[in-house]
């Protein structure tokens, strides 16, 4: 039987011995929505990534799939009629891992005017796209208000409106992107992990691929490409980008955000948060609030992002104008933080007004960028970017992936009849069961048949729904090669543990070694590796 490391060698040699039509360089939700854009249009084509996929930006979201209530503030119709669309279509491309919830928008001041211009807002929400797919807003007297969310503060409340929106788990969704663009076609696509495209190749005056570094072996080659696309995101900022300055000039925005047990703040769902100067999101997870975000130019090193104290302050202000609640760091179980690449002059000094409209460039013969632009409308943004690689062929070759659902979906109602299903006739906690529908979707069956042949159907940590043989799935079919990989985006554990997974890690280390091939020795390493991170990354700063 072949394991993912011989199948990663076997893609490692398809990349330096074979020509590509494309070569996308970034395994953000961009690149891998170019992936299976370009796959699903008959191209031969591959992406590589120098960490995990989604491991930097694409993980980091707030989660939401929305068209933007803050965008329409600045006029910026054309993004929100676009990204509304978008999420209609998502809801029906994924709806394991899309799904719509309730929101509230409080409403505070002088009753009559503060109604008539948030529900103009509202209104122009839903003719614009909103109404579609999550139906239209609807006003709530303040008794209704204060039922959804008891806490709000109290003074000169009067009322509420009561949107929808769509929760993702960003990780996961473009995790389903690449394996879909696997799969898709004649199966010519391959996505490669931990290989760092350091430099262009050039043929007769044009770019014709790049030079690669694989960070598991040491070893460099290089890559032949009639194209190649920059999906690098942030990375596009730093001194090192691989292909040099461009017409697109990235500033990397910081977005940080809190983790907290849902407990906390009693709420029947999410809720969209403003105090004086500030707006935040909360925004419902399963067992966890997350609420966020920020939203800062950023000018230090693009890996390993945290958050920092005055963000931290600056939530909990948030948190405590808006609630009559006193929530303090020993409330937040983590932190976690993302840097957005907008397409703003390299001086700007404030990122919440620059547009997250996308851009794509033509840099040079063989080479176009994209950047910009939100996970809503990552679609667009691949299609764009490969009808540019394209060119006049774009029309021959049009993009596909408007009615190509993601590997899972399956209309909700099916889902969940799965779901009660898998709790009836597998003997599972109809949590445990729903859970795994809802991040697996038509896959939560073989999960199980694999869990239950390897004795693997416990839980990997009490109180929350994951299986250990999810752990053993993300590594055996879902390009997971390190600790990291597994408990950060596959089990999305990290930020919700207190102690960072340090109670797990060792348990996570040897299932996924028995797959990986890890003995006793590079399992330890690989607990020091991840803890390392995790506590570098997803930890709450405290003050002096």
Do not use: C
Not at 134 to 151: E, F, I, N
């Amino acid at each position: 039987m072949t394991g993912p490391i011989e199948l990663r060698e076997a893609d490692l040699r398809r990349l330096a011995d074979e020509s590509w039509d494309l070569l996308v360089v970034g395994g953000g939700i961009v690149g891998a929505g170019a992936l299976l854009d370009a796959a699903s249009r008959g191209l031969k084509v591959a992406l590589v990534e120098q960490d995990d996929i989604a491991s930097g930006t694409s993980s980091r979201s707030s989660r939401l799939i929305h068209g933007g209530l803050r965008y329409l503030r600045q006029l910026d119709v054309p993004l929100v009629h676009e990204a509304l669309h978008e999420r209609a279509r998502l809801l029906e491309l994924a709806p394991h891992l899309v799904r719509l919830e309730s929101f509230l928008f409080p409403l505070y001041g002088f009753p009559v005017v503060t109604r008539a211009f948030y529900r103009t807002g509202m209104t122009m929400y839903d003719v614009l796209g909103s109404a579609l797919s999550g139906g239209r807003h609807r006003a709530l007297s303040r008794a209704d208000t204060l039922v959804y969310a008891p806490d709000l503060v109290r003074r000169r409340l009067h009322g509420g409106l009561l949107y929808h929106d769509a929760m993702e788990d960003d990780a996961r969704y473009a995790l389903g992107v690449v394996r879909t663009a696997l799969t898709e076609g004649d199966g010519g696509a391959v996505a490669v992990t931990r290989v760092r495209a350091t430099g262009p190749r050039h043929d007769a005056g044009r770019i014709a691929g790049a030079t690669m570094t694989d960070l598991v072996s040491g070893s460099a080659f290089d890559v032949r490409a009639a194209a190649v696309l920059d999906a690098t995101g942030v990375w596009g900022a730093t001194p090192d980008r691989p292909f040099g300055d461009g017409t697109l000039s990235v500033l990397p925005a910081r977005g940080s955000h809190l983790v907290i047990e849902r407990s906390r703040i009693p709420a029947q769902g999410g809720m969209t948060l403003q105090v004086p100067g500030r707006v935040a999101f909360l925004v419902p997870w399963p067992r966890h609030w997350v609420i966020g975000t920020t939203d800062r130019p950023y000018h230090g090193p693009v890996d390993d992002v945290s958050t920092s104290n005055d963000e931290v302050d600056e939530l909990l202000g948030t948190l405590n104008g808006a609630l009559d609640l006193t929530i303090t760091r020993d409330d937040v179980v983590g932190t976690y933080a993302g840097l957005r690449p907008l397409i703003a002059p390299s001086d700007a000094s404030s990122s919440v007004k620059v547009s997250r409209e996308h851009k794509v460039a033509k840099e040079a013969p063989g080479l176009v960028r994209v950047s910009g632009g939100k996970y809503t409308t990552y679609r667009v943004m691949a299609r764009d970017a490969v009808d540019a690689v394209l060119g006049a062929g774009a029309r021959i070759r049009p993009s596909r992936t408007a009615e190509l659902p993601i590997v899972g979906a399956a209309p909700r109602s099916e889902l969940d009849a799965m779901a009660a299903r898998l709790a009836r006739d597998e003997d599972l906690d109809a949590e445990v069961a729903q859970s795994l529908v809802d991040r697996h979707g038509t896959e939560a069956p073989d999960v199980i048949r694999r869990g239950r042949e390897a004795g693997l159907l416990a839980r990997v940590h009490e109180g929350f729904p994951y299986l250990e043989a999810e752990v053993a799935w993300g590594a055996d079919e879902e390009l997971a090669l390190s600790l990291d990989d597994v408990i950060t985006r596959r089990l999305r554990l990290t930020p919700e543990l207190r102690d960072r997974g340090e109670s797990i890690a060792l348990r996570v280390a040897s299932i996924a070694g028995a797959t990986l091939g890890w003995d006793a020795a590079r399992q330890g390493r690989e607990v020091d590796v991840f803890l390392a991170r995790a506590h570098r990354e997803f930890d709450v700063p405290q003050r002096g």
